[in-house]
């Protein structure tokens, strides 16, 4: 699994006008190719009567499924575009679909690279980039004695709280990054004198937009 990685927040949309054509640009994080296709087949359902509804998306920790269409543009000119700014954006599990109705002036090759790519890169910019993080959840627990001290040592470090079990005894949940673990583990055994129970649970991906 990726330490991080960035994607989209999820869905969005924006629209553009360049020399009387309408380029909307639809954006959605996906995490398979069945739900890439899907999303595209509602974008084209929506906009079938679009001139065009280009599409490109991005999957798989290493980017291993990467497609680009260009749905009727001259080749090269629409889908490759979309799909280029989602490498240089490094966006991963991202799908987008620019539609475009014609608006009776021809662009040329070059002018439609740019077009798509202006379209998806306001698209993405609008619908924002978040960075997820895998986390370890680590468990704490301790007498009741302790709780005052470690919430209060947490809640001003760089540590996230993801949840206070009041129990026979207190169990403080905390998201760790993993390179982070060690370094975490020793500071509680101090704040603790040895006394806390450490254990490492689940791990999950936290994101926060990234800008």
Known sequence: MLTQYLTVAGRGDHEIVIEKSRFISHIARVETEDAAQAFIQEIKKKHKDATHNCSAYMIGEQNQIQKALDDGEPSGTAGVPILEVLK??????????????????????????????????????????????LMRVISTTVDYTWLGKLENELRSSIYQIKEIQYLDQVNILVYVEETQKETYTAWITELTNGQGRITEEEMIYLEEEFS
């Open 88 to 133: 240089k954006k490094e966006l991963k599990d991202t799908a987008v679909v620019v539609t475009r109705y014609f608006g009776g002036i021809k662009l040329g090759a070059g002018g439609l690279i740019r077009a798509y790519s202006k379209a998806t890169s306001e698209g993405i910019n609008t619908t924002g980039v978040v960075i997820r993080k």
